[in-house]
């Protein structure tokens, strides 16, 4: 959604919160007396407010318990919520970014929540990128409150003119059919890619990579990024021929944000896109877009030795670490989060309500069976595709406390390749040199 992950806090500003928080647990056994009645406190960013309440009110009606509900905009929910955990505000259930979780997790603010047999049993249901986005060091950390994808689309009229019966299976065939859509001045730039310095774009790098099948990171959190056979030096070389080379990717990408892109691609420039799936409703809506009912879902292309794989992330419900201290509370917060990140009298009715009202994506595969949720894509998208790519999606590798700092190093190399001022391997030598440098650090 527009809720997307701001940058991590710079090292500096880490370790200062992190102490300040510590210093603050210090003096935790001082508040752990609780009353049985006491309200359960909820902080959330400003989405769904009034659908947030209404299932706020059954849960309190259900179980007796009562909820102190607060929201703020997601502008300014994270700095605000960090100000509650350094100042001591009576935290207990939150809502919290995938690109947090080191960051909190390290500070002590929030408390795994994987002791829990009644939260756990969800790990069978829910899709598997979801779980390792919640667990950090080996422990989970949540129930998922909404999750999603980048997906590439097409706009099925310009395919049809160019002489294709179907879309793209890998990035050297969208290169060939752009060639022949920019021959037959159909396209200028056929493929719409924004790699503007901004949130955004490590999901759009990461989908790249994951399709081209690497990685940024192994397994012990080392920098591959530069190997040859990791798959971000083949990504990168294929992003910087399609712009320099064939001229399918307009040189200006590296000034185009995501939502510029998409307002491109909407008013018919591009034939092809890498977008959030949640961007394919708005794409189809008549009053949105100038090609609506023309826009498809195929899978992500794949390079040579990768496969239609992209990159997902997610929010969750997490428990603050105050809350975890009382077992009486604590008990009271895990019903919260299963209330609404797991299943309220025997369904996934908060998903599925929140999918309903915003189009917010679900991390639970059995609402893909669902009739109302099956209606509600058939207006926009083919859910068998959404729910076949969702299935291929990975976590960002990336997402460390340090991710902050070395996403503004990675972010340029990028760009410095595709203006030509630098190399491929160079590029990825000096971000990779950056990941190891500030890994160490820490």
Known sequence: MSEQKSLLLGRRDFLRTSAAASALSLAAPARLAFAQDAPINMQTWSAAVDTVQSHINAFEKETGLVVSYGNSPWAQYREGMVAKFVGGAPLDMMWVSDSWLPEWAEAGWISPVDEF???MKYNDEAEQFCTDSMTYKGRQYGLTYYTDFMAFLYDEEKLTAAGFDAP?????????????????????????LAMAQESWLIEFMASLVYSHGGRFTDENGDAIMHEDEAGAVEALQWVVDAVNKHGVISPACVETGELSGLKAFAS??????????YRLRMLNDPEQSQVAG?????????????EHATVGWMRFH????????????????????????????????????LFLDIGAGFGVKPLFDDPDVQA?????????????????????????????????????AWQSA?????????????????????????
Do not use: C
């Open 168 to 192: 793209p299976e890998s990035w050297e065939e969208l290169v060939q059919q752009s060639l022949v859509m920019k021959e037959k001045g159909i396209s200028e730039y056929p493929m719409m």
């Open 117 to 119: 047999e009644s939260l």
């Open 376 to 412: 509600a894509y058939d207006a926009y998208g083919d859910v068998e595709i959404i729910q076949k790519q969702q299935a291929l999606a990975k976590k960002k590798d990336v997402v460390t406390p340090w991710f902050g700092e070395w996403n503004e190093t990675n972010g340029a």
């Open 294 to 306: 023309n826009v498809k879902q195929a899978m992500m292309p794949k390079g040579p030795g990768g």
């Open 418 to 442: 595709i203006l030509g001022n630098s190399d491929v391997r160079a590029a990825l030598k000096k971000s990779a040199a950056k990941w190891d440098e500030l890994k160490a650090s820490y």
């Open 268 to 277: 018919g420039n591009h034939a092809f896109a890498m977008v959030a799936k």
């Open 318 to 353: 997490g428990m603050a670490t105050q809350a975890a201290q009382d077992q009486q509370r604590a008990e009271n917060t895990a019903r919260l989060i299963e209330w609404f990140g797991g299943k309220a009298n025997g369904e996934y009715k908060f998903q599925k309500l």
